[in-house]
Protein backbone atom coordinates (compact mmCIF):
# COMPACT_ATOMS: atom_id res chain seq x y z
CA UNK A 1 0.00 0.00 0.00
CA UNK A 2 2.81 2.48 0.78
CA UNK A 3 4.09 2.17 -3.09
CA UNK A 4 0.82 2.69 -4.45
CA UNK A 5 0.46 6.41 -4.57
CA UNK A 6 3.60 7.10 -5.83
CA UNK A 7 2.91 4.65 -8.68
CA UNK A 8 -0.68 6.63 -9.57
CA UNK A 9 1.75 9.76 -9.46
CA UNK A 10 3.94 8.54 -11.93
CA UNK A 11 1.48 7.18 -14.55
CA UNK A 12 -0.36 10.56 -13.82
CA UNK A 13 1.67 12.24 -17.13
CA UNK A 14 0.85 9.06 -19.19
CA UNK A 15 -2.71 9.58 -18.54
CA UNK A 16 -2.55 13.04 -19.74
CA UNK A 17 -0.88 11.69 -22.73
CA UNK A 18 -4.09 10.02 -23.50
CA UNK A 19 -6.00 10.97 -26.66
CA UNK A 20 -9.78 11.86 -25.83
CA UNK A 21 -11.01 9.20 -28.30
CA UNK A 22 -8.75 6.68 -26.21
CA UNK A 23 -11.04 7.77 -23.06
CA UNK A 24 -14.13 7.52 -25.02
CA UNK A 25 -13.06 4.28 -25.96
CA UNK A 26 -12.66 3.22 -22.32
CA UNK A 27 -15.66 4.72 -20.94
CA UNK A 28 -17.56 3.04 -23.91
CA UNK A 29 -16.02 0.10 -22.55
CA UNK A 30 -16.84 0.33 -18.67
CA UNK A 31 -20.57 1.53 -19.45
CA UNK A 32 -20.94 -1.71 -21.09
CA UNK A 33 -19.45 -3.97 -18.64
CA UNK A 34 -21.79 -2.38 -16.49
CA UNK A 35 -24.62 -2.95 -18.20
CA UNK A 36 -23.22 -6.46 -19.07
CA UNK A 37 -22.80 -7.34 -15.01
CA UNK A 38 -25.66 -5.75 -13.74
CA UNK A 39 -28.23 -8.09 -15.86
CA UNK A 40 -28.76 -11.41 -15.87
CA UNK A 41 -26.64 -13.28 -18.26
CA UNK A 42 -29.53 -14.25 -20.77
CA UNK A 43 -29.39 -9.95 -21.24
CA UNK A 44 -26.22 -10.14 -24.06
CA UNK A 45 -25.11 -6.56 -24.60
CA UNK A 46 -21.49 -7.48 -25.96
CA UNK A 47 -22.48 -6.57 -29.60
CA UNK A 48 -21.99 -3.16 -28.17
CA UNK A 49 -18.34 -3.74 -27.72
CA UNK A 50 -18.25 -3.59 -31.83
CA UNK A 51 -18.78 0.64 -31.18
CA UNK A 52 -15.24 0.66 -29.28
CA UNK A 53 -13.62 -0.99 -31.76
CA UNK A 54 -14.68 0.57 -35.03
CA UNK A 55 -14.20 3.96 -33.32
CA UNK A 56 -10.70 2.97 -32.70
CA UNK A 57 -8.71 4.60 -35.61
CA UNK A 58 -5.34 3.62 -34.89
CA UNK A 59 -3.60 1.33 -37.62
CA UNK A 60 -1.72 -0.41 -35.03
CA UNK A 61 -2.36 -4.23 -34.57
CA UNK A 62 -1.50 -4.39 -31.21
CA UNK A 63 -4.26 -1.68 -30.49
CA UNK A 64 -7.08 -2.90 -32.26
CA UNK A 65 -5.93 -6.59 -30.22
CA UNK A 66 -6.36 -5.59 -27.39
CA UNK A 67 -9.67 -3.24 -27.33
CA UNK A 68 -11.12 -6.73 -29.31
CA UNK A 69 -9.29 -9.10 -26.50
CA UNK A 70 -10.80 -6.93 -23.59
CA UNK A 71 -14.30 -6.66 -25.41
CA UNK A 72 -13.99 -10.58 -26.02
CA UNK A 73 -13.30 -11.87 -22.14
CA UNK A 74 -15.78 -9.56 -20.87
CA UNK A 75 -18.26 -11.09 -22.37
CA UNK A 76 -16.81 -14.20 -21.84
CA UNK A 77 -16.52 -13.52 -18.32
CA UNK A 78 -20.43 -12.75 -17.92
CA UNK A 79 -21.41 -15.79 -18.24
CA UNK A 80 -20.03 -16.98 -14.69
CA UNK A 81 -19.77 -13.59 -12.96
CA UNK A 82 -21.76 -12.65 -11.10
CA UNK A 83 -22.05 -16.07 -10.09
CA UNK A 84 -25.83 -15.63 -8.70
CA UNK A 85 -27.82 -16.50 -11.73
CA UNK A 86 -28.04 -20.14 -13.18
CA UNK A 87 -26.85 -20.34 -16.38
CA UNK A 88 -28.26 -22.23 -19.77
CA UNK A 89 -26.93 -23.70 -22.82
CA UNK A 90 -28.66 -21.13 -24.99
CA UNK A 91 -27.14 -18.49 -23.02
CA UNK A 92 -24.05 -19.55 -23.27
CA UNK A 93 -24.07 -19.94 -27.11
CA UNK A 94 -25.66 -16.45 -27.63
CA UNK A 95 -21.94 -15.51 -25.84
CA UNK A 96 -19.95 -17.40 -28.53
CA UNK A 97 -22.01 -15.69 -31.30
CA UNK A 98 -21.38 -12.13 -29.86
CA UNK A 99 -17.62 -13.14 -29.40
CA UNK A 100 -17.42 -14.84 -32.58
CA UNK A 101 -18.91 -11.22 -33.48
CA UNK A 102 -16.65 -9.06 -31.88
CA UNK A 103 -13.53 -11.11 -33.32
CA UNK A 104 -14.61 -10.74 -36.76
CA UNK A 105 -15.36 -6.81 -36.57
CA UNK A 106 -11.85 -6.23 -34.74
CA UNK A 107 -9.91 -8.48 -38.14
CA UNK A 108 -12.51 -6.54 -40.56
CA UNK A 109 -11.82 -3.19 -38.63
CA UNK A 110 -7.81 -3.64 -39.03
CA UNK A 111 -8.48 -4.41 -42.35
CA UNK A 112 -10.53 -1.77 -43.22
CA UNK A 113 -8.02 1.14 -41.91
CA UNK A 114 -5.11 -1.04 -43.71
CA UNK A 115 -6.92 -0.41 -47.11
CA UNK A 116 -7.83 3.07 -46.14
CA UNK A 117 -4.37 3.65 -45.77
CA UNK A 118 -3.19 1.82 -48.59
CA UNK A 119 -6.04 3.89 -50.46
CA UNK A 120 -4.72 7.29 -48.99
CA UNK A 121 -1.34 6.81 -50.12
CA UNK A 122 -1.81 5.72 -53.78
CA UNK A 123 -3.97 8.86 -53.96
CA UNK A 124 -1.20 10.82 -52.04
CA UNK A 125 1.03 9.34 -55.04
CA UNK A 126 -1.56 10.31 -58.09
CA UNK A 127 -1.89 13.86 -57.05
CA UNK A 128 1.54 13.95 -56.91
CA UNK A 129 2.30 12.71 -60.56
CA UNK A 130 -0.61 14.63 -61.53
CA UNK A 131 0.87 17.29 -60.05
CA UNK A 132 4.35 16.31 -61.64
CA UNK A 133 2.73 15.85 -65.26
CA UNK A 134 1.28 19.80 -65.27
CA UNK A 135 4.52 21.17 -64.23
CA UNK A 136 5.75 19.36 -67.51
CA UNK A 137 3.38 19.91 -69.28
CA UNK A 138 3.56 24.09 -68.46
CA UNK A 139 7.06 23.93 -68.54
CA UNK A 140 6.99 22.30 -72.62
CA UNK A 141 4.48 24.61 -73.19
CA UNK A 142 6.17 27.82 -72.10
CA UNK A 143 9.47 26.62 -73.56
CA UNK A 144 8.02 25.56 -76.70
CA UNK A 145 6.19 28.95 -77.27
CA UNK A 146 9.37 30.66 -76.40
CA UNK A 147 11.41 29.07 -79.27
CA UNK A 148 8.92 30.19 -81.89
CA UNK A 149 10.72 33.92 -82.06
CA UNK A 150 14.24 32.90 -82.16
CA UNK A 151 13.09 30.83 -85.25
CA UNK A 152 11.08 33.20 -87.15
CA UNK A 153 14.07 35.51 -86.37
CA UNK A 154 16.58 33.14 -87.68
CA UNK A 155 14.34 32.91 -90.75
CA UNK A 156 13.72 36.16 -91.73
CA UNK A 157 17.45 37.04 -91.43
CA UNK A 158 18.83 34.44 -93.00
CA UNK A 159 16.35 35.50 -96.04
CA UNK A 160 17.53 38.99 -95.89
CA UNK A 161 20.66 37.63 -96.62
CA UNK A 162 19.60 35.59 -99.82
CA UNK A 163 18.27 39.28 -100.59
CA UNK A 164 21.66 40.62 -100.25
CA UNK A 165 20.56 43.29 -97.94
CA UNK A 166 24.00 42.40 -95.75
CA UNK A 167 26.51 41.89 -98.85
CA UNK A 168 26.93 40.59 -102.23
CA UNK A 169 25.88 36.37 -101.72
CA UNK A 170 27.75 33.96 -104.53
CA UNK A 171 25.32 31.58 -106.25
CA UNK A 172 26.75 28.64 -104.53
CA UNK A 173 26.14 29.86 -101.59
CA UNK A 174 22.27 30.47 -102.54
CA UNK A 175 21.36 26.56 -102.27
CA UNK A 176 22.63 26.56 -98.50
CA UNK A 177 20.97 29.67 -97.21
CA UNK A 178 18.03 27.63 -98.82
CA UNK A 179 18.61 24.23 -96.77
CA UNK A 180 19.32 26.51 -93.80
CA UNK A 181 15.73 27.59 -94.20
CA UNK A 182 14.18 24.25 -94.88
CA UNK A 183 15.62 23.29 -91.59
CA UNK A 184 14.82 26.40 -89.51
CA UNK A 185 11.67 25.85 -91.04
CA UNK A 186 10.90 22.18 -90.01
CA UNK A 187 11.93 22.90 -86.17
CA UNK A 188 9.64 25.38 -86.40
CA UNK A 189 7.15 23.27 -87.46
CA UNK A 190 7.76 20.90 -84.83
CA UNK A 191 7.78 23.38 -82.49
CA UNK A 192 4.55 24.52 -82.91
CA UNK A 193 2.81 20.86 -83.53
CA UNK A 194 4.38 20.20 -79.89
CA UNK A 195 2.90 23.03 -78.50
CA UNK A 196 -0.87 22.41 -80.05
CA UNK A 197 -0.45 18.74 -78.83
CA UNK A 198 0.16 19.76 -75.31
CA UNK A 199 -2.82 22.84 -75.07
CA UNK A 200 -4.82 20.34 -77.11
CA UNK A 201 -3.82 17.49 -73.87
CA UNK A 202 -4.71 20.55 -71.21
CA UNK A 203 -7.46 22.67 -73.04
CA UNK A 204 -9.36 20.48 -75.78
CA UNK A 205 -9.18 21.82 -79.20
CA UNK A 206 -11.36 24.27 -80.37
CA UNK A 207 -12.86 24.45 -83.71
CA UNK A 208 -14.42 27.27 -86.42
CA UNK A 209 -16.73 24.70 -87.93
CA UNK A 210 -18.63 25.24 -91.51
CA UNK A 211 -18.96 23.35 -94.34
CA UNK A 212 -15.92 22.47 -96.19
CA UNK A 213 -15.37 20.26 -99.15
CA UNK A 214 -12.67 18.16 -98.33
CA UNK A 215 -11.54 17.78 -102.60
CA UNK A 216 -10.57 21.84 -102.34
CA UNK A 217 -8.09 20.84 -99.46
CA UNK A 218 -6.81 18.26 -100.99
CA UNK A 219 -5.69 19.50 -104.19
CA UNK A 220 -4.85 22.81 -102.20
CA UNK A 221 -2.56 20.49 -100.12
CA UNK A 222 -0.91 18.40 -102.88
CA UNK A 223 -0.16 21.79 -104.44
CA UNK A 224 1.37 23.26 -100.68
CA UNK A 225 4.00 20.08 -100.84
CA UNK A 226 4.90 19.68 -104.78
CA UNK A 227 8.21 21.55 -103.86
CA UNK A 228 8.80 19.06 -100.84
CA UNK A 229 7.95 15.84 -103.16
CA UNK A 230 9.97 17.34 -105.56
CA UNK A 231 13.22 17.25 -103.48
CA UNK A 232 12.68 13.74 -102.93
CA UNK A 233 11.80 13.22 -106.34
CA UNK A 234 8.30 11.68 -105.17
CA UNK A 235 4.94 12.41 -107.08
CA UNK A 236 2.15 13.26 -105.43
CA UNK A 237 -1.67 13.07 -107.61
CA UNK A 238 -5.42 13.12 -106.31
CA UNK A 239 -7.83 10.55 -107.45
CA UNK A 240 -11.42 10.35 -106.70
CA UNK A 241 -11.48 6.46 -106.47
CA UNK A 242 -14.00 4.72 -108.84
CA UNK A 243 -14.98 7.66 -110.06
CA UNK A 244 -13.07 9.14 -113.33
CA UNK A 245 -14.53 12.85 -112.78
CA UNK A 246 -13.79 15.50 -109.88
CA UNK A 247 -16.56 15.66 -107.55
CA UNK A 248 -17.02 17.14 -104.13
CA UNK A 249 -16.82 15.48 -100.83
CA UNK A 250 -18.91 17.81 -98.05
CA UNK A 251 -18.44 17.84 -94.53
CA UNK A 252 -18.24 20.21 -91.04
CA UNK A 253 -15.04 21.04 -90.09
CA UNK A 254 -12.42 23.18 -89.29
CA UNK A 255 -9.96 24.24 -92.16
CA UNK A 256 -7.25 25.12 -90.72
CA UNK A 257 -6.79 22.20 -88.61
CA UNK A 258 -7.64 19.96 -91.42
CA UNK A 259 -5.58 21.18 -93.71
CA UNK A 260 -2.70 20.20 -91.17
CA UNK A 261 -3.99 16.70 -91.70
CA UNK A 262 -3.74 16.29 -94.84
CA UNK A 263 -0.27 18.42 -94.67
CA UNK A 264 0.70 15.76 -91.69
CA UNK A 265 -0.17 12.87 -94.05
CA UNK A 266 0.85 13.92 -96.98
CA UNK A 267 4.33 14.69 -95.57
CA UNK A 268 4.55 11.03 -93.67
CA UNK A 269 4.12 9.67 -97.11
CA UNK A 270 6.39 11.92 -99.24
CA UNK A 271 9.34 11.11 -96.42
CA UNK A 272 8.55 7.45 -96.18
CA UNK A 273 8.60 6.55 -100.34
CA UNK A 274 11.33 6.09 -102.57
CA UNK A 275 12.50 8.45 -104.88
CA UNK A 276 10.72 7.89 -108.08
CA UNK A 277 7.45 6.18 -106.83
CA UNK A 278 4.23 7.62 -105.66
CA UNK A 279 1.93 9.63 -102.84
CA UNK A 280 -1.98 9.24 -103.82
CA UNK A 281 -4.84 10.98 -102.15
CA UNK A 282 -7.83 8.80 -102.90
CA UNK A 283 -10.58 10.36 -102.40
CA UNK A 284 -14.17 8.37 -101.60
CA UNK A 285 -17.65 9.65 -100.95
CA UNK A 286 -20.52 7.99 -99.44
CA UNK A 287 -23.79 9.05 -98.05
CA UNK A 288 -22.96 8.72 -94.58
CA UNK A 289 -19.18 9.59 -94.43
CA UNK A 290 -16.37 11.22 -96.51
CA UNK A 291 -13.48 8.83 -96.73
CA UNK A 292 -9.61 10.14 -97.77
CA UNK A 293 -6.59 7.51 -97.74
CA UNK A 294 -3.18 9.08 -98.31
CA UNK A 295 -1.38 5.92 -100.16
CA UNK A 296 2.45 5.50 -99.84
CA UNK A 297 4.62 2.98 -102.25
CA UNK A 298 7.48 3.15 -99.07
CA UNK A 299 7.89 0.30 -96.58
CA UNK A 300 5.10 -1.38 -94.97
CA UNK A 301 4.56 -1.63 -90.71
CA UNK A 302 4.58 -4.38 -88.63
CA UNK A 303 1.13 -6.01 -86.88
CA UNK A 304 2.70 -4.57 -83.77
CA UNK A 305 3.11 -1.14 -85.03
CA UNK A 306 -0.33 -0.50 -86.72
CA UNK A 307 -2.11 -0.11 -83.53
CA UNK A 308 0.48 2.29 -82.12
CA UNK A 309 1.48 4.92 -85.23
CA UNK A 310 -0.93 7.19 -83.83
CA UNK A 311 0.66 7.45 -80.31
CA UNK A 312 2.40 10.70 -79.12
CA UNK A 313 5.82 10.31 -79.26
CA UNK A 314 5.90 6.87 -81.49
CA UNK A 315 8.75 6.90 -83.55
CA UNK A 316 8.64 3.45 -85.03
CA UNK A 317 11.16 1.22 -85.69
CA UNK A 318 12.49 -0.86 -88.61
CA UNK A 319 12.20 1.04 -92.32
CA UNK A 320 9.64 3.50 -91.42
CA UNK A 321 11.17 4.91 -87.64
CA UNK A 322 11.94 8.67 -87.72
CA UNK A 323 9.87 11.86 -87.08
CA UNK A 324 9.06 13.10 -83.66
CA UNK A 325 6.02 10.96 -83.13
CA UNK A 326 3.77 13.76 -82.84
CA UNK A 327 2.55 14.28 -86.03
CA UNK A 328 0.30 11.90 -86.82
CA UNK A 329 -0.63 11.83 -82.59
CA UNK A 330 -2.06 15.70 -83.38
CA UNK A 331 -3.70 14.42 -86.57
CA UNK A 332 -5.62 11.92 -84.35
CA UNK A 333 -6.60 14.99 -82.48
CA UNK A 334 -8.25 16.31 -84.92
CA UNK A 335 -9.72 13.93 -86.64
CA UNK A 336 -11.55 12.42 -83.36
CA UNK A 337 -12.71 16.31 -82.78
CA UNK A 338 -14.56 16.35 -85.64
CA UNK A 339 -16.43 13.09 -84.67
CA UNK A 340 -14.16 10.94 -87.69
CA UNK A 341 -12.11 8.17 -87.48
CA UNK A 342 -8.34 7.78 -88.47
CA UNK A 343 -6.59 4.68 -89.12
CA UNK A 344 -3.90 3.01 -90.73
CA UNK A 345 -3.32 -0.66 -92.78
CA UNK A 346 -0.18 -2.45 -95.02
CA UNK A 347 -0.51 -1.65 -98.83
CA UNK A 348 0.15 -4.62 -100.66
CA UNK A 349 2.53 -5.73 -102.76
CA UNK A 350 4.38 -2.34 -100.50
CA UNK A 351 3.37 0.44 -98.68
CA UNK A 352 0.81 2.03 -96.19
CA UNK A 353 -2.19 3.35 -96.14
CA UNK A 354 -3.55 6.35 -93.93
CA UNK A 355 -7.10 6.51 -94.15
CA UNK A 356 -9.78 8.81 -91.88
CA UNK A 357 -13.59 9.50 -92.65
CA UNK A 358 -15.44 12.01 -91.47
CA UNK A 359 -19.33 12.26 -91.34
CA UNK A 360 -20.92 13.58 -94.47
CA UNK A 361 -22.83 16.88 -95.38
CA UNK A 362 -25.35 17.34 -98.40
CA UNK A 363 -24.39 19.60 -100.23
CA UNK A 364 -28.57 21.08 -100.65
CA UNK A 365 -27.99 21.80 -96.84
CA UNK A 366 -25.98 25.39 -97.40
CA UNK A 367 -26.11 25.17 -101.26
CA UNK A 368 -29.78 26.37 -100.75
CA UNK A 369 -28.88 28.44 -97.78
Given at each position: ????????????????????????????????????????????????????????????????????????????????????????????????????????????????????????HQQAQLQSQERLSQLRADFVSTLTHDLKTPLLGAIETLKAV?????????????????????????????????????????????????????????????????????????????????????????????????????????????????????????????????????????????????????ERFYQGHGDRQGGSGLGLYLTRQIIEAHGGTIWAENRLPHG??????????????????
Amino acid sequence: MSQLLPNLLSYLPRMQQISPKSWLILLWLVVIAGLEYSTPPEYVFGYLYIGPILLDSSRQRSATFLITAIAAVLTVVNVWLPSRYLVEFSTLASRIIAVLAIIATGVLSYRNRRYQSAIAHQQAQLQSQERLSQLRADFVSTLTHDLKTPLLGAIETLKAVQRQEFGAVTKMQQPIFDMMIRSHRTTLQLVETLLDVYRNDSEGLELHLEPLNLAVLAEESATALRNLAATRQVYLNVNYGASDFRHSLWVRGDALQLQRVFANLLTNGINHSPRGEKVEIVLESSSAYQVVKVMDTGFGMTPDELPQVFERFYQGHGDRQGGSGLGLYLTRQIIEAHGGTIWAENRLPHGAIFGFKLPAIPAVEFSQG
